[in-house]
């Protein structure tokens, strides 16, 4: 069975400042995708970013990229310019088939 | 574009009652599937489909019924209403490849609470 880790029930950061949320994950597939996805209050899930595991290159879609170690088995999410708009729920998934595998979540709270 | 449009968005069931959260997709995707959110646990797969006709278990079932008539309706029936599920639905659905299931587009969730 896949699991998925994230260790930071919450976190916080500064405006304009970088953070990095992590994520583990365990399994015995090779090839597969792995995401992060943000929910704020408003309760709705959307995607931040998504990475296939058999591209080398990290991932990146603005201010947001992951460091991804395939052989760690190790997913982070890096905010660069941290907004009051990205005070959220976090969550790492994983799926290797036809079942997508979530993390806890990690509540990360921006500060003016 | 509506996407991913999950009825209804709060709930009040009595312990016993059934109930059907309705979900439907425009998307023309082939997956789709129902979610249960916890405090602290994440999202938990509760049942899936990869088409019509086709429905299978996810990690936490029981409880609960789906079926799949069209690509785009995929149901989920709660039998007799516990207050163990006292939750957040959400009903999700996704492109296939050669890897699996791709990213995961979810409807604005249904909260449920069981009294």
């Known amino acids: 069975a896949q699991t998925v880790t994230q260790s930071q029930p919450e976190m916080s950061v500064q405006e304009a400042e970088t953070v990095t949320l992590s994520c583990t994950y365990d399994?015995?597939?090779?090839?597969?995708?792995l995401f992060w996805y943000k929910q704020p209050p408003s309760r709705q899930m959307i995607l931040v970013i998504r990475?296939?595991?058999?591209?080398?290159q990290n991932a990146t879609e603005n201010r947001f990229s992951v460091n991804f170690q395939k052989a760690a088995k190790s997913f982070s999410l890096k905010i660069s310019d941290s907004q009051l708009g990205d005070t959220a729920m976090y969550f790492c998934?994983?799926?290797?088939?036809?079942?997508?595998?979530f993390g806890g979540g990690t509540r990360l709270m921006v500060k003016p | 574009n509506a996407g991913v449009t999950q009825t209804p968005k709060f709930q009040v069931l009595k312990t016993g009652q059934s109930m059907t959260l309705q979900c439907a997709q425009d998307?023309?995707?082939?997956?789709m599937s129902w979610y249960r959110q916890d405090p602290g646990m994440g999202l938990r797969l509760i049942h899936y489909?990869?088409?019509?006709?086709?429905?299978d278990q996810g990690e936490v079932p029981n409880g609960y019924n789906v079926s799949r008539s069209t690509t785009e309706d995929f149901p989920l029936r709660l039998l007799s209403a516990a207050p163990s599920q006292t939750s957040v639905y959400f009903c999700?659905?996704?492109?296939?490849?050669?890897?699996?299931?791709?990213?995961?587009?979810f409807g604005q969730g249904t909260r449920l609470t069981v009294v």
């Open positions: 998934a994983f799926n290797a088939g036809n079942m997508l595998t």
């Open positions: 990475q296939e595991a058999y591209k080398q």
């Open positions: 489909s990869v088409g019509a006709g086709i429905t």
């Open positions: 399994t015995s597939e090779n090839n597969y995708y």
């Open positions: 998307m023309n995707h082939e997956y």
């Open positions: 999700a659905s996704s492109y296939s490849s050669s890897l699996g299931i791709t990213e995961a587009f």
